[in-house]
């Protein structure tokens, strides 16, 4: 969360005791610089770096246009085509899943049952529904709207977009995916932990086999929250040896 606030924000908040050795990598002014260069605050990464850019990418006398100033639009560019194409995915993954479930017959509170699904999962954000195969009975289903509720009940179907527009404006950075992979592993790992706190060993290998069960399909990585859609076999790992933290933890 931490993070994420820090990714929205424009601006950089000061300190003497921040972690990030310069508050500046890339200087404003880099265009127009004669000899550019930049200041990662880690001397040897300079040594390496700034040699090159210098030599390459100083403007000529004479020349009329900036070496620097076509690689940043360039870049520029190419990073609005990788937010476009990022946005666009998740726009038409949602249009495509809304079609899927369009002939959905509902059921109690926000919970309606599809023949052309087959596997629970949340869709939306303003009014969010759980779509269930409608096949799904007995106690696999009370779990499944368990976990889809917990989801509901922790904001999930909100947090879980917010996390993919900040996957989408820093699609350049591998982190970025890594941390949008953990955030929605961590989702729903939060999730199963809520629904089994107060469950028995067979209650638990039952929610195993609902998870199992319903891990046959994957859907979109940007807007559904799916009950089986990501690192099943670790959370039924975790489902299963699961022990209530003590009082003093």
Known sequence: GIVGLRLIFPFSLESIFSLIPSAEPIPQNITMAPAPEIN????????????????????????????????????????????????????????????????????????????????????????????????????????????????????????????????????????????YACLCRDIESACDEKVIKTMDTAAKKSYSEALLAASVRRYSLACPLAFGETSVKSRIKSVLSYKKPAIWI
């Open 40 to 179: 990662s605050g880690i001397g040897v990464m300079n040594e390496i770096v700034n040699p090159v850019i210098s030599e390459t990418l100083a403007p000529q006398v004479g020349a009329s246009v900036n070496p620097m100033q076509i690689v940043i639009a360039i870049a520029s560019w190419i990073w609005v085509i990788g937010i476009a194409l990022m946005l666009g995915y998740g726009i038409v993954s949602y249009i495509l899943l809304r079609v899927k479930v369009r002939v959905s017959v509902k059921g109690e509170d926000k919970v309606y049952f599809c023949d052309d699904v087959d596997s629970p999962f949340i869709l939306g954000v303003i009014r969010p529904r759980i779509y269930v195969p409608s096949g799904m009975r007995g106690e696999a289903l009370e779990h499944v709207l368990a976990h889809e509720k917990a989801h509901l009940r922790r904001g999930d179907h909100l947090w879980k977009p917010v996390g993919f527009a900040l996957l989408a404006l820093y699609w350049f950075n591998p982190l970025l995916w890594v941390a």
